[in-house]
């Protein structure tokens, strides 16, 4: 498909599958490096990280675990700027290496709330990857990911685990809004 619509909106595609998991592939082969002889946590934030971990986690060779969180700060297309745990942490993160698994990082307002929680439980490493980011929209340094699937500029984007009001997660490509 070269265009979709989504809740009355024209998606046009941005970047394929095969770029997705291209993209993947090199993000878990730099963590298998960086994380060699350690037993990493993996912290997937629900919902739309949830098709990017599963493809990734796939590719890790490490002995490791994986749980998940859900945070809410946006609403339709728009960031609320308040960040709720609507799935909070049920995991002893003390002394852990943690890897925080995201589907896209644009101002940061959701990640820097929750690393500062868990550098508050006491973690040994704390890691951010997200398949997309946004490095133009970023308002917080302290969530600039580590592990970076690919670059975007500030364009609303669906597929691929992100999602409009819910819909378009199942996309296997990504796209943006026309226009």
Do not use: W
Request: proline share 3%.
């Amino acid at each position: 498909m070269c265009s979709v619509e989504v809740q009355g909106k024209i998606f046009e595609k941005y970047i394929t599958a095969q770029q997705i998991e291209d993209a993947v592939y090199k993000v878990a082969q730099q963590i298998n490096k960086d994380y060699a002889g350690k037993e990493p946590l993996f912290i997937v934030v629900l919902n739309g990280a949830f098709i990017y971990a599963a493809d990734l986690f796939r590719k890790i060779e490490l002995p490791s675990q994986v749980t998940f969180v859900r945070l809410q700060s946006y609403s339709g297309m728009e960031t609320s700027g308040n960040v709720r745990e609507m799935i909070g942490l049920n995991e002893d993160v003390e002394g852990r290496d943690v890897i925080v698994v995201e589907d896209i990082i644009d101002t940061g307002t959701s990640m820097k709330h929750f690393m500062e929680s868990l550098k508050a439980k006491g973690v040994r490493s704390i890691a951010l990857t997200t398949m997309l980011f946004k490095p133009d929209a970023l308002l917080y340094k302290e969530a600039t990911p580590k592990y970076i699937g690919i670059e975007i500029p500030k364009d609303f984007i669906v597929g691929y685990g992100m999602d409009l009001d819910g819909y378009a997660r199942n996309l296997d490509a990504i796209y943006v809004i026309k226009k």
